[in-house]
């Protein structure tokens, strides 16, 4: 059944409730009277130096060419690179990387070199100590290191068949 349009209807209600509404606005709250927050708001980092360099990369496919990082937490401007494997490691292939900030970077998407790439892919994360915003590695853009680990993570991809590695 086709639904009716009653415009004055709809006029007539907004009115009536609009005569209804006679109580004082609420003023809006001012600094003195808001409360004291005692925690930092999610996401905010409190600082720099407090966070720890991390990665968060899921499983993915890599059909238009590239792949997609979760999130990456970084103390210091750095980038992304992403290797091929070689025997469960990552090897010194770099295929791709792109650009972070410091602090928390999610959804950083990553141009890939298909013709390279492994089903299995490495991000490792490194510093920008060179000429700030240009990739340099081998060179002064080293991996970023903590108590002697890099930060690093593995993930698997899918391929498109013409470039899928043979099984």
Same mark, same amino acid.
């Given at each position: 059944?086709?639904?009716?349009?009653?415009?004055?209807?709809?006029?007539?209600?907004?009115?009536?409730?609009?005569?209804?509404?006679?109580?004082?606005?609420?003023?809006?709250?001012?600094?003195?009277?808001?409360?004291?927050?005692?925690?930092?708001?999610?996401?905010?980092? +409190?600082? #720099?130096?407090?966070?720890?360099? $991390?990665?968060?990369?899921?499983d993915?496919?890599?059909? @238009?060419?590239? *792949?997609? %990082?979760?999130?990456?937490?970084?103390?210091?401007q750095?980038?992304?690179?992403?290797?091929?494997?070689?025997?469960?490691?990552?090897?010194?292939?770099v295929?791709?990387?792109?650009?972070?900030?410091?602090?928390?970077?999610?959804?950083?998407?990553?141009i890939?070199?298909?013709?390279?790439?492994?089903?299995?892919?490495? +991000?490792? #994360?490194?510093?920008?100590?060179? $000429?700030v915003?240009?990739?340099?590695?081998?060179?002064? @853009?080293?991996? *970023?290191? %903590?108590?002697?680990?890099?930060?690093?993570?593995?993930?698997?991809?899918?391929l498109?068949?013409?470039?899928?590695?043979?099984?």
């Amino acid at each position: 059944m086709p639904r009716k349009n009653y415009p004055y209807l709809a006029t007539a209600v907004l009115i009536s409730w609009l005569g209804s509404c006679s109580t004082p606005a609420t003023p809006l709250p001012t600094q003195e009277t808001l409360p004291t927050q005692t925690a930092q708001p999610t996401g905010t980092p +409190v600082s #720099l130096k407090s966070l720890i360099p $991390q990665i968060v990369v899921n499983d993915q496919s890599a059909m @238009d060419g590239t *792949v997609t %990082v979760a999130s990456a937490v970084a103390i210091e401007q750095g980038w992304l690179a992403i290797n091929t494997d070689k025997d469960g490691s990552p090897s010194d292939i770099v295929i791709g990387y792109s650009p972070v900030k410091p602090g928390v970077n999610t959804n950083v998407v990553v141009i890939i070199d298909l013709m390279h790439a492994t089903s299995r892919l490495w +991000v490792v #994360l490194h510093v920008d100590e060179g $000429q700030v915003g240009t990739w340099e590695f081998p060179g002064p @853009d080293v991996p *970023v290191q %903590v108590g002697g680990k890099t930060i690093m993570s593995s993930f698997n991809v899918t391929l498109p068949a013409a470039v899928a590695p043979a099984a």
